[in-house]
């Protein structure tokens, strides 16, 4: 299996690659996560090709969502 390999979403015509980054530990749903290591953590699953993110308000209440945010602000579009 090639984990970015892209898929169809569904019957849109979006495509998403099979590998995603689950942002749910970064709201602290386990555990307390540091702000260096979730930006660490972030910028690794960034460096290893990884494209796709998935996050939620309810995650941390909506902790997940601004540290996931605030990085991919910063990272090239396209």
Known sequence: MDPFEQRKL???AITLP???FGGAPLGELFTRVS???AEATL???W???VR???TA???GRGQS???IGRFLYRQPRG
């Open 10 to 12: 569904g019957r849109s």
């Open 18 to 20: 099979q590998l995603g």
């Open 35 to 37: 702000e260096a290591d």
């Open 43 to 45: 910028e690794t699953a």
């Open 47 to 49: 460096s290893s090709g």
């Open 52 to 54: 796709y993110y998935d």
């Open 57 to 59: 308000p309810w995650y």
């Open 65 to 67: 969502e601004h540290r």
